[in-house]
């Protein structure tokens, strides 16, 4: 059962979700994730949210899945910062398996109607520490000490012409 930070998702995997193999092709594992991440961050900001997604910090695909498969994925709220937050999506072990079959962090921001960055609210309830969500919490606790790219493109002076 899930705790009630997360947000619980299912996807039933069909053909047209596979790859010559007969298993899930990594652009709708992607997008399998993407829908999963988006939902709990939606769920967490509330019916305030306008959330794009700013990066995908990563993700792991740990086993092939067959088409046929009923697959779940929960998702949960792992940081928030001024406009930012990150998601982390686990996909849970398949029958007969004890390690989820994928896993990700992803990025959000909050936009505005010109989007434009924007505070998120203050009220955004992050997902306390259990067992189930320490490896991505360690993983992004090192990835948080990387900064982004973006002020690199404001110091080049990139030039539009």
Request: proline share 8%; hydrophobic share 45%.
């Amino acid at each position: 059962m899930p705790a009630p930070f997360e947000t619980l998702s299912h996807r039933l995997v069909l053909p047209a979700d596979a790859n010559h193999h007969g298993t899930l092709y990594a652009g709708s594992l992607l997008r399998y994730c993407l829908e999963a991440a988006y939902a709990a961050g939606c769920r967490g900001v509330g019916p305030q949210a306008n959330l794009m997604l700013r990066r995908v910090l990563g993700l792991e695909c740990r086993r092939s899945v067959p088409v046929g498969t009923l697959v779940e994925m929960r998702g949960a709220v792992l940081q928030v910062r001024q406009c930012y937050l990150t998601v982390g999506v686990v996909g849970m072990p398949l029958p007969g398996h004890t390690l989820p079959w994928m896993d990700g962090l992803l990025g959000f921001v909050q936009v505005d109607a010109e989007g434009l960055p924007a505070c998120l609210p203050e009220e955004i309830q992050i997902l306390p520490a259990t067992p189930l969500w320490q490896p991505l919490a360690a993983r992004l606790e090192k990835l948080s000490q990387t900064k982004g790219a973006t002020a690199d493109w404001i110091d080049a002076g990139f030039d539009r012409d």
